[in-house]
C-alpha cells in the first residue's frame, strides 16, 4: 500500500540560514499524529509500506531551484512540495482559511469576513495541490486528505482519477450546525460540500460534528442518508466519527527521560509548597483564554486561603502572529494577566507565571506532570489533544478541568466538565479540582488514561484507513456490477448480429434528468434525433410514469411506441391510445382528500392525478419537514391500502399510488409475447424499473440500472451521461 497524505503544510518548514536551507519540524497534532503513525510503519514488519506527503514547504523557493530542491527531500523525507509565492499563501491562510472558515467554523461569525477574491485564492490554491497529488498519485493509492484548508481537493481529484481512486477527508475543527454554516454565501457553501463528496470516506472528531455535516447535506444539498451513509455522484460515501488520539506511549514513557527528571526537579524547588494549575494553548481566540484567566481571579476572590498557595502557570504558543485582531488578543491577556498579578501578588509570590514561547517537549511533559490540575477552557474546540497529553503524563493526583465545548469531552466524560462561558462554573470547578480526594482523581484518571491509551494515535489512524477502504468495497457486496467497456462491445456484436431488436427505455432519471417540476424536464433536440435513430433500428418503447399528453407531445414524431403512466395505457407507432390492463379507479376520489391534506401540511409539494394513480411531489420541499411528513403519510397510505389491490411506491422525491396490476413488466410482456426478438435492451433507474427486469431476468436481454442501487438488472450504469453516449454508440454501429 502507498498513502498520499495531503495536508495545508509538510511536516517541517523551510527556513534560510548561513548554511543555506534548513528544515525545522512542523508542530500541531495533525503533524505529529500522523508523524506518530509513519514512524511506527516504518519500524514495523509492515511489508510494501511506501508514504508520500504533499503540502507547503513553509516559504517560497525560487523557480531555479524548485526541482532540485524536490528531489532532495522527496528522496530523503518522502515528501513532495507544493510551492506557492508568499503573498498567495497569505491570502489563503490568513484569508479565506482563517479569516472566513476558522471563525465561521468555531461559532464566530462576528468575526467573519466574507471576500469574494480571497474565495478565488481559496479556489486557486486547492486547485494547486490537487494538481500536485495527481502529479504523483496513481490508482491504487489511498490518498488522505486533511482538514479546512483543502476542502475542495477531493472533487478536484475524483474529476481527474475517476471512480476506482480511494479518497479520504478528515476535518481537524469542528464542523458548524447548518444555522451556522448557511451563513455563508450559498455558491460557497454547496461548492465546500461538494468539494468534500469527492471522498469515498469523511471523517470527524465527534458524533456532533458528523451530524451538522449530514444536516448541511440534507437541507442545502437534498442529500438524505441512513445511518451516515450516502449516495452521490452514483457512489456510496460514508460519513463517521474518528475522534483522533495521541502517541500515548511517548508521553507516558518520557516520565522517566533525564531531562524530564531534571525539570521535574526545578519545579519541585521553585514551586515548593504550592498547588499548581497548568494551561497551555494557542493564542486563538478560540480557546477561550481571558474567561479562563477572569475564573482564576474569582476562584481567589471567593477563596482567600489558596492565596501564595496555588499557582497558574499559563503557556501561550504564538500563533498568526502579524494578524492585528491577534495581537489585540495577546495585549488584552496581557493586561488581564498584569491585573490579576498586580491585585492578589505579593513580593514572593505571584498568582500567575506567564510563559509566551513555544515549550521543548521534555519540559512540556515536566510541567503536565508536575501540575495537580490541568485547566483548558477552549470557547469551541475540534478535539483538544492538550487534554490527553496532560492524562497521558500524569500517572496519580491529577485532575483536568475540561470545557464541554471541546471534542474530547465526549470521550473523557469522567473530567470536571465545565461550560466554558460560566465564570462561576470554572471557578468552582478549580475549588473542587484542588479539594476532592486523592483516591477518587486517581481512579477518574486511571479510566481516561485508559480509554486514551487504547484508542491512541496509531488505533485512529487504522481505524480510519480501515474504514475508508470498507467503503470501497461496499459496492461490491451490495452486488452492484458495473457495466465495463467490455460488456458493452459485446452488447453492441449482439445488436448488430440480432434481426428482430426492441428496447425499452425510461425517461426522467434515464434519459434525462429531474427537475423541481416534471413539466420542465422535455427532451432536448439531440436526445430526440438519437430516439428517431433507434426507432429505425429497433422496435423502440418509452416505458415512463409520464401521462399520455407529455408523452404524446414530446415523442410521437421519435417513432417509438409509447407506454404511459408505467405501462397502463399504450400507443403503438402511427397507433392511437389504448388501455392496455384494465383497472378500477374507483379509489382515486377517496384517496384524493389524503393527498390534498398531506400536500396543504407539506408547502412547496404537489399532487398529480394521472388516469390510473396519483402522485404527490415534493422535491421542492424542505427537506427535513419532507421527511417528516412524507413517513406519515405512507404509514398512512399503507394502512389505508392493506385490503385494497393497490401498490404505495416510494421514488425520487414522488410517492404515488396504483393498482398492483399495472407495472411496467406489462410493456415487457405485451410486446415479447408476440414476437421473438434475438436482441433485448432495457433500461431505468428506480423502483418501477424493476418490473421490467424481473420479466426479463430469465430472457436472452441486456437489463441496465441508472445508478449503483442493488437491482434486477444484470448491470448497473453510472449515469444518464453514460446511457446517452452508450446509446448513440449502439447507433452508429447499427447504422
Not at 243 to 266: H, T, W, Y
Not at 308 to 318: D, Y
Not at 464 to 492: C, H, P, Q, Y
Request: net charge neutral; charged share 25%; hydrophobic share 40%.
Amino acid at each position: 500500500m502507498r498513502l498520499l497524505i495531503a495536508s495545508n503544510r509538510l511536516p517541517f518548514s523551510v527556513s534560510r540560514g548561513e548554511g543555506g536551507i534548513e528544515l525545522k519540524p512542523s508542530s500541531g497534532g495533525l503533524v505529529s499524529g500522523i508523524s506518530s503513525y509513519l514512524d511506527f510503519m516504518r519500524n514495523s514488519t509492515v511489508k510494501d509500506f511506501e508514504y508520500l506527503w504533499i503540502g507547503w514547504p513553509g516559504s517560497y523557493i525560487e523557480n531555479e531551484l524548485q526541482n532540485e530542491f524536490s528531489r532532495k527531500i522527496s528522496s530523503q523525507h518522502g515528501v513532495v512540495p507544493v510551492f506557492i509565492p508568499d503573498k498567495e499563501m497569505d491570502d489563503f491562510y490568513l484569508g479565506f482559511c482563517n479569516s472566513t472558515i476558522w471563525p465561521l467554523f468555531h461559532y464566530f461569525p462576528t468575526l467573519t469576513r466574507f471576500d469574494r477574491e480571497q474565495w478565488e485564492t481559496y479556489k486557486k490554491i486547492n486547485s494547486a495541490f490537487a494538481e500536485a497529488v495527481l502529479k504523483v498519485a496513481s490508482y491504487d493509492d489511498v490518498i488522505w486528505i486533511h482538514d479546512y484548508h483543502l476542502m475542495l481537493v477531493p472533487a478536484m481529484l475524483r474529476e481527474k482519477l475517476g471512480e476506482k481512486a480511494k479518497i479520504g477527508f478528515f476535518l481537524h475543527i469542528p464542523f458548524p450546525s447548518f444555522e451556522v454554516y448557511r451563513i455563508m454565501p450559498s455558491v460557497w457553501r454547496e461548492e465546500i460540500l461538494k468539494g468534500l463528496l469527492g471522498c469515498d470516506l469523511i471523517g470527524f472528531h465527534t458524533n456532533e460534528y458528523a451530524h451538522s455535516f449530514l444536516r448541511s447535506l440534507l437541507r442545502i444539498l437534498g442529500l438524505p442518508h441512513n445511518l451516515g451513509r450516502l449516495e452521490y455522484g452514483n457512489r456510496h460515501i460514508k460519513v463517521d466519527t474518528f475522534p483522533m488520539g495521541i502517541d500515548f506511549s511517548k508521553f507516558d514513557s518520557a516520565l522517566g527521560n533525564r531531562k524530564v527528571m531534571e525539570s521535574l526537579s526545578f519545579l519541585g524547588d521553585k514551586l515548593k509548597g504550592m498547588r499548581v494549575i497548568v494551561s497551555v494553548d494557542r493564542l486563538d481566540y478560540t480557546k477561550g483564554v481571558p474567561n479562563r484567566l477572569k475564573a482564576f481571579r474569582n476562584f481567589l476572590k471567593k477563596n482567600t486561603e489558596y492565596i501564595k498557595k496555588v499557582v497558574l502557570i499559563l503557556v501561550i504558543v504564538p500563533s498568526r502572529i502579524g494578524v492585528d485582531q491577534y495581537q489585540e488578543m495577546k495585549n488584552t491577556l496581557d493586561k488581564l494577566i498584569s491585573d490579576i498579578n498586580g491585585e492578589f501578588g505579593t513580593i514572593d509570590w505571584q498568582p500567575i507565571i506567564y510563559q509566551y514561547r513555544h515549550i521543548p517537549f521534555e519540559e512540556l511533559v515536566a510541567l503536565y506532570s508536575h501540575a495537580d490540575v490541568a485547566l483548558i477552557t477552549p470557547l469551541r474546540d475540534g478535539m483538544n489533544l492538550v487534554a490527553k497529553e496532560y492524562l497521558a503524563s500524569k500517572r496519580a493526583g491529577g485532575a483536568l478541568i475540561l470545557s464541554e465545548m471541546a471534542g474530547a469531552a465526549k470521550e473523557l466524560p469522567e473530567a470536571f466538565i465545565i461550560n466554558p462561558n460560566d465564570i462561576d462554573e470554572i471557578s468552582d470547578a478549580i475549588k473542587r479540582a484542588l479539594e476532592t480526594d486523592k483516591p477518587e482523581l486517581d481512579r477518574n484518571l486511571f479510566i481516561m488514561r485508559e480509554r486514551i491509551s487504547y484508542y491512541n494515535v496509531l488505533q485512529w489512524v487504522k481505524d480510519f484507513l480501515k474504514a475508508l477502504e470498507k467503503s470501497r468495497e461496499e459496492t461490491g457486496k451490495l452486488g452492484v456490477k458495473l457495466i465495463n467497456k467490455d460488456d458493452k462491445a459485446r452488447m453492441i456484436r449482439d445488436f448488430q448480429k440480432a434481426e428482430k431488436r426492441i428496447i425499452f427505455l425510461d425517461y426522467d432519471g434515464t434519459l434525462a434528468p429531474f427537475e423541481k417540476r416534471p413539466s420542465s424536464a422535455v427532451p432536448d433536440p439531440q436526445l430526440l434525433q438519437l430516439l428517431s435513430v433507434l426507432s429505425t433500428l429497433s422496435q423502440l418503447c418509452i416505458v415512463s410514469g409520464r401521462d399520455s399528453a407529455f408523452l404524446d407531445k414530446y415523442f410521437h414524431s421519435t417513432g417509438a411506441h409509447l407506454f404511459a403512466e408505467h405501462g397502463a395505457l399504450l400507443k403503438e407507432k402511427n397507433g392511437s391510445w389504448q388501455v392496455l390492463t384494465q383497472s378500477d379507479t374507483g379509489w382515486k376520489k377517496q384517496m384524493m382528500e389524503m393527498f390534498k391534506s398531506c400536500c396543504a401540511r407539506l408547502p412547496s409539494s404537489f399532487v398529480e392525478e394521472k388516469s390510473f394513480s396519483i402522485a404527490l411531489h415534493h422535491r421542492n420541499c424542505d427537506p427535513e419537514m419532507a421527511e417528516l411528513r412524507i413517513r406519515e403519510f405512507v404509514d398512512d397510505l399503507v394502512n389505508y391500502t392493506s385490503n385494497l389491490n393497490l401498490q404505495v411506491l416510494q421514488g425520487n422525491k414522488v410517492v404515488e399510488v396504483r393498482s398492483y396490476d399495472i407495472n411496467k413488466a406489462n410493456a415487457g410482456r405485451h410486446f415479447l409475447e408476440k414476437g421473438d426478438y434475438d436482441f433485448i435492451l432495457s433500461i431505468g433507474d428506480d423502483w418501477t424499473d424493476e418490473d421490467l427486469f424481473q420479466f426479463l431476468r430469465d430472457k436472452n436481454s441486456w437489463t441496465l440500472r441508472v445508478g449503483l442501487k442493488p437491482s434486477a438488472a444484470k448491470f448497473n450504469i453510472l449515469s444518464i451521461e453514460q446511457v446517452r453516449e452508450m446509446l448513440g454508440e449502439i447507433a452508429n454501429a447499427g447504422i
